[in-house]
């Protein structure tokens, strides 16, 4: 293609807005622009970039026996009702009342789409095992879009579904997706993370996210620079670190006593006054709990508590309180806790709730004594000794501690946050931590949609049965921007082969006489060997040009210059070094150059 | 493909709301399933057709230079509101406030989308013209959806914008664009009735629209069978056709003079009662008209009616009244005389209305002496003699009433309804008529959406000057379903080969053995040649297969049975006859005819 006949406004300046790296890089090369917030406009040269990586996503789910279908993107709300999602999606989905008042939906993802339609069109254990998926237009209402494509509120979703008659089904075409998805990563020029995530609102049992290291991402990584292991710090584990020395490490004969602290208010000021350490302290933390899907029938403090009937609503309790216990030193994970509890949501209790639960001010809780709420012991807790705790009245405390003596709690459970420091819960090194966005998401979602939504099968003998799910999506504006985060120099974007716009520009230092001759050859034979060729034939000056090439990242520029003449001037945007060839091998040395790129992006090689 | 890899759920029954052939065909060939009402879901197989068309049609507007951009479907309500389409696009447009109030649309078409884009990237006459497309999802909220793909609330559309600093320029891209659009239906196999057309809700100025003929089209065509001559009848003109004998074609001196009608109702008994026919009898219509944009001050009936500032509104008059006459044989054609009015709509007015104004019952209002509003004569008028119209009282006619002399008319324009049998106002011939539906649309749209946007660019000489504008559409779903009413049989579909999920399919009578092996070899052997090809491994019987593969229309069919081998039976889906080749010969005999096909389709040869 020709510059004179593109439309690729580059810009010098761009919005304030505009804070990371590929925000700023897709407006300054003229490969996006802003249409409101959110709400983004790909230009011509930004849209290649997009099919291809759209491609390659393409090429990958077929390559796995996915078959791609297209639904609707707007959809209609009783398959949301139906799913239950309607109510627990939130504001995030853009639900819509047409003239007829029929209510709709632009689809934020689509388990239920999928399942409204082949519920009706599976009927036997022989149409399964299936995979589907879509490239598909995307809405979420996201409250603060920003970071450009990283945070939009309409994007491109690749999500795929699989339907399995059993467990074992269902894992290999999960494997099947987390190996195509590493190819994906792989052949866009993508550094993934892959780490088990929490599966948060979609729900499920097995899950792996595959996250990009950004220092604007949404989510903490903890990291073993030894094993490999990489978690969500909603999910992430660690080795148990008991206290060996000082207070706290060891056993006590005492009986628990209590202890005036008055005007003692925070852990520092107590362990001061008591001369011990935050890792002697049991912080006990009153939550209330939403939708808590646990039988806590004669539990402390449960009695009173309002229960659904199961056929009502998956909740058994809307609404429930738990006392929390921790090691001083630690912090409690709400994602984690919320898992424990199976509840859809946790936070801090009011300091009124907790007045009434504790009997006490806010700031003496302890598990000691303790009858009003169930009381969950993170597995830090238990393997501390001679430990201090709150003793639920005004200015108060315990010592002498013993867990599993003086208290027993209803569960211990895994519920503190993993930080940098902690050690690694496969083989002890000292974990890091990152933040990432999360690109791609493979999930086992179980028999959620297939049960709420009624989806059967026949098995081999005759009887009714549902499939098991998988759901698995890849965001393809945020793969696109995430790209161009990783690379980048200070004067632009450095695309990968197999994703940029076009493969190699021709630039004529004037497109006149020979130069125009020359160049227009080049531009010719570059095309008729399948390579993506652009040809700058602007009337601009030569470092307005190469200027504008290398912020749009063209892989390989050839420059004619009558200087060189019959040289020309191959130059590498990622490399740097320009090497002169002559005219008459151009062509064939650059495309040479172009395949050995793709295939090993592709890893043919 | 294998056909144990695809899903393809053909059926032998479809739910009896599918009444036109290709929404039937679609859904039994397993090519796309109903979400909801207007939206649908593509089937892998329906989704390959789709694609075919949607490449052809980019493929084409890429060769007038056209540059593809792809903006968001949800666009902000406050670019709907800068071009006043916020209140005139009714109920029809999807309208959203999200979780901050913002008002959001789906888009149902993106003038706006894209002169919001462009008023801030074009500055100077240098960078027109331009050309820039999209292929992308729409959504009209359709009050009765029906025919399947024919009328979707969501759908795909190609909408094309030019911009342009002089009608010659647009001029030059919507030539360039009809021949496009010729070029797109020729190779999807499609025969089109390219027709002037009134450009409607749309504004402007000139326009084509595409027609395919349909037994439910929305449009009534009128048609010359000797010059070729086609339009929409809400835009079609025809030759005068003065009465030459009999009543009403010859002058008369007697004065006009009022007649008693008692009891006379209709124009059938006017005329008995009167020894006259409809030919001389002038019918008068009272109109109510809304958003005209005429000055009519000073007159008739005009003086008190409420006209809002030019500044508030490209109204003058919310609403106004006329009188619209026309030969008492012949029907008002209201788009015709909307456009005569510059109203946004017209309707009869109600019987109190016209009460108010003739100052008589309904069905006596008549031309002469009439002052409470202006009066418009269709040409028809203008060329009768010795006329009857009614005479503004109750059971009163005048009778002897020559146009020109016993009245003087408004406006004279042409309003009427041109049907089959009206002479062509080119060559005079007969029209015949016909039902279409419209699948591309090209409009000069001028300066109503950069006016009212503000889109400014500078030229030569430094001067601000507004791009005047084309737009240019094609329904890809429309299409698709347009190329299987055309192109179907009792048995199913017939694709033509540009459209055909696959080219070729090969069918073995049973998968095992000699048959497995000829089989397996030609379908390597064509895949290698670049034919798309499908093979029936299915453990079906024959005559199952045969069915199914007539139903989804593949072109070319290639039976392997042992009996014939080493031949094996070609039969072309559209032809019928089979033909035995050897095994050896059929790959490249098959690849030979699927690339003949093709290049007749694209017009190569």
Redesign the interface.
């Known amino acids: 293609m020709k510059m004179s ?3 690729m ?1 580059t810009l010098r300046e761009v919005p304030a807005e505009a804070v990371v790296v590929s925000h700023r890089l897709l407006l300054r090369a003229g490969m996006i ?1 802003k ?3 959110g ?6 040269l930004g ?1 290649k970039s ?1 099919r291809k990586v759209e491609n390659i996503v393409r090429d990958e789910m077929n390559a796995v ?1 996915a ?10 709300g ?2 949301w009702r139906e799913s239950g999602r309607w109510e627990t999606m939130g ?2 989905m ?3 009342k ?3 008042d ?1 209510e ?1 939906v ?1 689809s934020p993802t689509a388990e239920e ?1 999928f399942v ?2 082949l519920r ?2 599976i009927s036997s254990y022989k ?1 399964l095992p ?1 995979s ?1 998926y879509q490239i598909n ?1 995307k ?1 979420r ?1 996201e ?1 603060r879009p920003r970071y450009g494509l990283m945070r939009a ?2 994007f491109t979703m690749k999500d795929a579904y699989s339907f399995h008659t059993d467990d074992k089904s269902l894992d290999d075409t999960y494997q099947d997706m987390g190996k195509a998805y590493r190819r994906i990563f792989r052949r866009v020029g993508l550094s993934v993370i892959p780490v088990r995530a929490d599966s948060g609102a979609m729900g499920g049992t097995g899950s792996e996210e595959f996250m990009v290291e950004s220092e604007v991402g949404d989510n903490n990584l903890i990291l073993c620079p030894k094993c490999g292991y990489a978690a969500n710090d909603e999910k992430a584990a660690c080795a148990p670190d008991p206290t060996t020395e000082g207070p706290g490490s060891a056993k006590t004969d005492s009986p628990y006593a209590a202890i005036e602290t008055p005007k003692v208010r925070t852990i520092d000021e107590l362990c001061a006054f008591l001369h011990t350490s935050p890792r002697a302290f049991i912080k006990t933390l009153i939550y209330k709990a939403v939708n808590v899907e646990l039988d806590l029938a004669g539990l402390p403090g449960c009695a009173s508590l309002e229960r659904k009937k199961p056929e009502n609503s998956p909740a058994y309790y809307p609404v429930a309180f738990f006392a929390v216990c921790i090691r001083g030193d630690l912090d409690v994970n709400e994602v984690k806790l919320a898992a424990n509890l199976k509840a859809s949501e946790v936070e801090l209790a009011s300091d009124a709730d907790v007045e009434r639960l504790t009997g006490a001010p806010v700031g003496f809780a302890g598990p000691v004594g303790f009858a009003s709420a169930p009381v969950l012991a993170d597995d830090s807790v238990m393997a501390m000794h001679d430990s201090v705790t709150g003793a639920l009245k005004a200015d108060l405390h315990f010592e002498h501690v013993e867990p599993g003596r003086d208290f027993s709690p209803w569960m211990t459970a895994d519920v503190r946050t993993v930080v940098a420091g902690d050690r690694c819960a496969n083989c002890g090194a000292e974990y890091y931590s990152k933040k990432g966005n999360e690109l791609g998401h493979i999930f086992k979602l179980g028999y959620k949609y297939t049960k709420s939504m009624g989806m059967f099968y026949l098995d081999e003998n005759g009887k009714q049965q549902m499939p098991t799910m998988g759901c698995y999506g890849i965001g393809v504006d945020r793969t696109l921007a995430s790209i161009i985060e990783e690379h980048n120099d200070e004067d632009g974007i450095v695309w990968p082969m197999s994703v940029a716009p076009f493969h190699a520009v021709v630039v004529p230092i004037k497109y006149e006489g020979a130069m125009k001759d020359a160049a227009d050859k080049l531009y010719s034979e570059l095309a008729a060997a399948g390579i993506e060729v652009l040809l700058d034939d602007r009337a601009e000056r030569p470092g307005v040009k190469f200027k504008d090439m290398d912020l749009i990242g063209i892989p390989v520029r050839i420059v004619v210059g009558d200087k060189n003449l019959p040289n020309v001037e191959v130059k590498l945007r990622k490399a740097g070094d320009a090497v002169l060839v002559p005219l008459s091998e151009a062509a064939a040395s650059v495309a040479k150059t172009v395949r050995e790129e793709l295939s090993a992006l592709s890893g043919e090689n």
Chains 1, 2 share one sequence.
Request: proline fraction near 9%.
């Open positions: 006949s593109l439309f406004p622009r249409l409101s917030n709400l983004f406009t790909y230009l011509p849209l997009f026996g078959l791609e279908f297209k639904p609707s993107v707007v959809v209609p009783d398959i504001p995030g853009l639900r819509i047409n003239r007829v029929q709709l632009v789409a409204a339609l009706s069109e149409q299936l589907v237009t809405y209402d409250i509120r309409e």
